[in-house]
């Protein structure tokens, strides 16, 4: 049975850092892709990041430069690293596991198995 677990999160005043993590386990984690989600209330999930089996990375516009994905393979764990970070940051962030493995995109319909998340509030 897959399970993802995140933990992290936080209030933070804006241009503040966080560091999420997501500890899986129940499945083979790494022969399949990664991606961080998030939810504002009233707003639609949007995907943030994702990382492919082998360490390549893709971020939505408004987080680069700004927040990094990384993967610990050996010990199942997936973080995001999240640093400058802005008012408009504020959300529930959930990790969630793709359906696949060699490349990696933020379109939810990729990912098969979510975590229950972990909130996010930057306060200005």
């Known amino acids: 049975q897959v399970q993802l677990v995140e933990s992290g999160g936080g209030s933070v005043q804006a241009g503040g850092s966080l560091r999420l993590t997501c500890v899986a386990s129940g499945y083979s984690y790494s022969r399949y892709s990664m991606g961080w989600f998030r939810q504002a209330p009233g707003k639609e999930r949007e995907g943030v990041a994702c990382?492919?089996?082998?360490?390549?990375?893709l971020y939505v516009d408004s987080v680069k430069g700004r927040f990094t994905i990384s993967r610990d393979n050996a010990a199942k764990i997936l973080y995001l690293q999240m640093n400058s970070l802005k008012p408009e940051d504020t959300a529930l962030y959930y990790c969630?596991?793709?359906?696949?493995?060699?490349?990696?995109?933020?379109?939810?319909?990729?990912?098969?198995?979510w975590g229950q998340g972990t909130q996010v509030t930057v306060s200005s």
């Open positions: 990382i492919d089996r082998d360490g390549h990375t």
């Open positions: 969630a596991a793709s359906i696949t493995g060699d490349f990696c995109a933020t379109a939810a319909g990729l990912y098969k198995d």
